[in-house]
């Protein structure tokens, strides 16, 4: 379902098949499009694949954070 934090990874027909929260028809929709298309559970697949590839790690994510720490700490001397 299409939740708060789904627009974060999920992109609708792209990285994933998004229905709209509680509706079941929709969801229903959905789950059967991908059972029918095995080309579009591929293509999303490769696609989500491909996006969190390019995320950036954790590791790259907490020396940017000590950085904006360090910074600031730096700024505040002066």
Known sequence: YDNVSADDYAFDGV????AEKGNKEDLS??????????ELRIKIAQNALEYVR??????ELTDKLENIFKEEILSNKK
């Open 15 to 18: 990285t994933a098949l998004l």
């Open 29 to 38: 929709r959905k789950l059967e499009e991908l059972i029918k298309n095995p």
């Open 54 to 59: 390019r995320l950036p790690t954790w590791a």
